[in-house]
């Protein structure tokens, strides 16, 4: 049977067959071909691995960040991080750097952030003499932040499969999460003064205030929905429902960008990402089940732990492991396929499961910016008319800088589990 799953799977990859149908298919087969069970099976299992009440926290979230990039809360971002770094060498790319930063805390989407902050800053960069690969790659690497800073999907996803504290989790992602921003920014920096790259204007104090006053609504929002969660007010799921909540007040009564024209494609566009993740997870769930009645993560640990006991060493092979399996596969698919059978090992090892949840996570996002599958690459390409291979060249630098990023993050559990112990205290 696994044989048969593996081997069907590889093909429909290799066949370019989208990630969630390639699963699915490759699991109805395996059933078929080996398995003893009926076909209704795939519909069964598919169905369980859906039936989390955590899982809702999925499509509220998304819903609340597609109301809050279509409320006009991108410009806001945008003139606050202009106003307070713009003025530096390379100011507007840094501006790219923060302002996703600050909506990766919102959106919860890398791709979501990276389309919406792309199509404005993209054109600015190029306009103001930056090269259009630097502009792309900038912007492409910036919005891997939108899935390890919470509300990230894919740390609720490790979350539901690990049996780990979603609130854990987003404590844990917050200070990796500004570590890789500001080796980012260190990275412009550098690039920006070798090619002598244009400053802004340096804002007064009053336009500084101006544009601080009016992000303040767009900021608090993930102190809202963290701040809720750690102090029991409410759950993950339900801060999820208060983020929704909100976000419609800020962008309907106070920015006003939304009104009763794009309500329609505001609930379209948050039901189209919500069905393509939620096919991902009912397909990968049966592929993951697949592989525990086959006894596969077992297998595995005994294969690894033989190899190592070392918990550092163990770390390593994973992260060179996840960061090849983001060059080609979802990273959806990836958590809820790998978690469970990582995660044990991890625990067997003496990693703690929040520290390789974020671990897998910012490793895993990498993906979002290497070839062949990297949906960031895809989509600024389409904004800045730049072909994949440029984006690729101009990257390297930040592929460096991240790369240190995920070692110290990998190898200083305190990094990750410093604030989480440090909320825990009070």
Known sequence: MIAILIISLLILFLLGVPVAISLGLSSALALFLAGDMP?????????????????????????????????????????LANALTGHVTGGLAIVTVITTLFFAAISGSSVAATAALGSILIPAMIRRGYHKEFAGGVQAVSGTLGIILPPSIPLILYGVAAGASIGDLFVASMLPGIIIGLGLVVTVVIIAKRRDYTKERRATGKELLKAFWEAIPAVIMP??????????????????????????????????GIGLRNIRTVLTTATETTASIMFILATAGLFSWILTIENVPQEVAQTITSVTDNPMVFLLLVVLLLLFIGMFMETNASIIILAPILVPIASEV?????????????????????????????????????????????LVPFYIAVIIAIALITFIPQIALGPVQLFDTK
Do not use: C, W
């Not at 963290?226 to 007040?249: D, K, N, Q, R, W």
């Open 223 to 256: 102190f809202i929905i963290l701040g809720g969660i750690y102090s029991g007010i409410f759950t993950a799921t339900e801060a999820a429902a208060v983020a929704v909540v909100y976000a419609f007040i800020i962008s309907v009564f106070v920015y006003k």
């Open 350 to 394: 003496g990693v703690d499961p929040v520290h390789f949840g974020v671990v897998m996570i910012v490793a895993l996002a990498l993906g979002m910016v290497t070839p062949p599958l990297g949906l960031n690459l895809f989509i600024v390409g389409r904004i800045g008319q730049i072909r994949i291979d440029q984006l690729t060249r101009a």
């Open 39 to 79: 076909l209704a099976t795939v519909a069964q299992r598919s169905f369980v691995a859906l039936d989390s009440f955590p899982l809702m926290a999925i499509p509220l979230f998304i819903l609340a960040g597609v109301i809050m990039e279509y409320g006009g809360i991108s410009q806001k971002l945008i003139n």
